[in-house]
């Protein structure tokens, strides 16, 4: 069974950059797409963008210009940068793996909770 | 962007009963990349329909979809307690995924 867990700094300053981590367990990130999907307090779910495990990405282009992401197979792990934080960005952040099968997101982590403030 | 219209915003139902959500896109899509999910509180989303119409693994038939175009249902039949939570409705269109604002089901 997969199992996602993202991990990094919960709180970030204004206009500083937010890491994340998120590890898989269970199973190789070669060779799928993982995604970062946010979610703000109360609102719905925003697609952030995804990286394969060659280091292929595609973003959201409402965030592309603060958004980076890559992949390490010998540590199974994906990582999200978002440069310049604004409370705005303050959201659950979750990992999710693609399936190429059904178009779709199978397996999520249990989401990781990224507040901006000073 | 194509953008994902759920309604209604609340359903209100009782146990027994059936729910039907509804997604309209902005544009046709694809059914193959139509997915709906489920989501309770504190919890991740969890897949329950893609392609439109099948049900990701370990979901009950309950639980169905169907749609084509731009208006895509999913229906929860005999609605269990267990069913309270929030539905969405997610695309691919090959430039940027996109998620409804969501369908909040309530079990009296």
């Known amino acids: 069974q997969v199992q996602l867990h993202e991990s990094g700094p919960g709180l970030v300053k204004p206009s500083e950059t937010l890491s994340l981590t998120c590890t898989v367990s269970?199973?190789?990130?070669?060779?799928?797409?993982w995604n970062w999907i946010r979610q703000s307090p109360g609102k719905a779910l925003e697609w952030i963008g995804f990286?394969?495990?060659?280091?292929?990405?595609h973003y959201n282009p409402s965030l592309q210009s603060r958004v980076t992401m890559s992949a390490d197979v010998s540590k199974n792990q994906v990582s999200l940068s978002l440069t310049s934080v604004t409370a705005a960005d303050t959201a659950v952040y979750y990992c999710?793996?693609?399936?190429?099968?059904?178009?779709?997101?199978?397996?999520w982590g249990q989401g990781f909770l990224v507040t901006v403030s000073s | 962007e194509i953008v994902l219209t759920q309604s209604p915003g609340t359903l209100s139902l009782s146990p027994g009963e059936r729910a039907t959500l509804s997604c309209r896109a902005s544009?046709?899509?694809?059914?193959?990349?139509l997915a709906w999910y489920q989501q309770k509180p504190g919890q991740a989303p969890r897949l329950l329909i893609y392609?439109?119409?099948s049900r990701a693994a370990g979901i009950p038939d309950r639980f169905s979809g169907s749609g084509s175009g731009t208006d895509f249902t999913l229906s929860v039949t005999r609605l269990e307690p267990e069913d309270s939570a929030v539905y969405y409705c997610?695309?691919?269109?090959?430039?940027?995924?996109?998620f409804g604002q969501g369908t909040k089901v309530e079990i009296k």
């Open positions: 990286v394969s495990y060659i280091g292929n990405t």
């Open positions: 544009q046709s899509i694809s059914s193959t990349f």
């Open positions: 997610q695309q691919y269109d090959e430039s940027v995924l996109t």
């Open positions: 269970g199973g190789s990130i070669n060779p799928f797409h």
């Open positions: 999710a793996k693609w399936c190429d099968d059904c178009r779709a997101f199978n397996y």
């Open positions: 392609g439109a119409s």
